[in-house]
């Protein structure tokens, strides 16, 4: 059983930054990938960012250029730096992980004011 809990969320004002993190009970090499979604309300969940066990990173176009995923092997954390954050950025971000089957942590709130 993989367990991911994220932590990082909270209320900031639009052009503020915040950054995310999601710690694994695994040893993070044994991800084939590890990321984040968001959900705001009312909309699906949608991929943010991703990064693979090789290091190659995926964003969603809406982030690309404010976000960055990393990761800390020695800490098996998951980090989304979020910076120039929009109201549109609002929404519950969900941690997860692909280690055979798909693992989910179980959200953080990032709102932002504006």
């Known amino acids: 059983q993989v367990q991911l809990v994220e932590s990082g969320g909270g209320l900031v004002q639009a052009g503020g930054s915040l950054r995310l993190s999601c710690a694994a009970s695994?040893?993070?090499?044994?991800?084939?990938?590890m990321g984040w979604y968001r959900q705001a309300p009312g909309k699906q969940r949608e991929l943010v960012a991703t990064?693979?066990?090789?290091?190659?990173?995926i964003y969603a176009d809406s982030v690309k250029g404010r976000f960055t995923i990393s990761r800390d092997n020695a800490k098996n954390t998951v980090y989304l730096q979020m910076n120039s954050l929009k109201p549109e950025d609002t929404a519950v971000y969900f941690c997860?992980?692909?280690?055979?089957?798909?693992?989910w942590g179980h959200g953080t709130q990032v709102t932002i004011s504006s």
């Open positions: 990064i693979t066990m090789g290091g190659s990173t």
């Open positions: 997860y992980a692909t280690v055979i089957y798909v693992y």
């Open positions: 695994i040893n993070i090499f044994s991800a084939n990938d």
